[in-house]
């Protein structure tokens, strides 16, 4: 199996910038899609941002696109998510998942089916 650990969250104004990071345990974690997604209490788990294994494809929600970039570092066994230009309304807990890239890309980078793993969490705060 997969461990994901996020961290990195936090208390940042708006307008600021925040850097989140997903350590994966296991030797596979370069065979792997990774995703961001995000929650807020009351409401359903949305889509982030998604990076194959390979890193050379990503994939994010049209409202982040521009502000939020995903990337990894396959020899750290870990998936980063840099957050700049913060709004009061991207506060939520932030969540890392695993998938395989065949299931990944079979669900659509978005859709949570194509994912297998996923991390505790980590919040982000943002205030106005």
């Known amino acids: 199996q997969v461990q994901l650990v996020e961290s990195g969250g936090g208390l940042v104004q708006a307008g600021g910038s925040l850097r989140l990071s997903c350590a994966a345990s296991?030797?596979?974690?370069?065979?792997?899609?990774m995703g961001w997604f995000r929650q807020v209490p009351g409401k359903e788990r949305e889509f982030v941002a998604t990076?194959?294994?390979?890193?050379?494809?990503?994939n994010y929600a049209d409202s982040l696109k521009g502000r939020f970039t995903i990337s990894r570092d396959n020899a750290k066994n870990t998936v980063y998510l840099q957050m700049n230009s913060l709004k009061p309304e991207d506060t939520a807990v932030y969540y890392c998942?695993?998938?395989?890239?065949?299931?990944?890309?079979?669900?659509?980078?978005?859709?949570?089916?194509?994912?297998?793993?996923w991390g505790q969490g980590t919040q982000v705060t943002v205030s106005s």
């Open positions: 998942a695993a998938g395989w890239d065949s299931s990944v890309r079979y669900y659509a980078s978005g859709d949570r089916r194509g994912y297998v793993y």
């Open positions: 990076i194959r294994s390979s890193g050379g494809s990503t």
């Open positions: 296991g030797r596979t974690f370069s065979s792997y899609a």
